[in-house]
């Protein structure tokens, strides 16, 4: 091992060893997206273990979209694990709120929790799912029974 000025410890090149031990290689696309796009879309710098409202602790990244990202989250007053889903700080809200709203009512399933953190000089919206099940792109839903597909897709 080598050390450099600022007593940070480099790795040798040759010494692959060392390489990802502080990263599972479940995270691997978890700490790309972030490093290629935490500010080019305003994603919110989450970490894992991360508490968030003093209430939901970040245990996983379950996915991503253009303009959010989904986390599950342990809810540390009611002991249920929820998703969170954290907008992008650029994103435009009216529309997706009022299209959200409509669709529970519709589906008569309450609004979740609404809140907002912020991340330096912007404001960040996080909704509070309940955890409804995989994720319907996982390669795994091929082989789930049809029911357990349609119930998480409600």
């Known amino acids: 091992m080598q050390s450099s000025t600022s007593s940070l410890i480099v790795p040798e090149a040759s010494d692959v060893s060392t390489y990802g031990d502080f990263i599972d290689p479940d995270d691997y696309d978890i700490l790309e997206h972030y490093s290629e796009n935490m500010d080019e879309h305003e994603?919110?710098?989450?970490?894992?273990?991360?508490i968030?409202?003093?209430r939901y602790r970040v245990v996983h990244k379950l996915g991503?979209?253009?303009?959010?990202?989904?986390?599950?989250?342990?809810?540390?007053?009611k002991k249920v694990d929820v998703a969170l889903k954290i907008r992008t700080a650029d994103c435009e809200w009216n529309h997706e709120f009022r299209m959200q709203n409509e669709l529970f009512d519709v589906l008569r399933t309450p609004i979740p929790q609404i809140f907002f953190c912020r991340d330096r000089d912007r404001d960040h919206?996080?909704?509070?799912?309940?955890?409804?099940?995989?994720?319907l792109s996982?390669?795994?839903t091929d082989?789930?029974?049809?029911a357990t597909r349609m119930s998480a897709a409600k």
């Open 43 to 50: 994603y919110y710098p989450i970490c894992l273990g991360e």
């Open 52 to 54: 968030v409202e003093k």
């Open 64 to 77: 991503h979209g253009a303009f959010s990202t989904v986390w599950l989250a342990h809810d540390l007053q």
């Open 125 to 135: 919206r996080i909704l509070v799912f309940p955890v409804r099940g995989p994720s």
């Open 138 to 140: 996982s390669p795994h």
């Open 143 to 146: 082989r789930m029974p049809m």
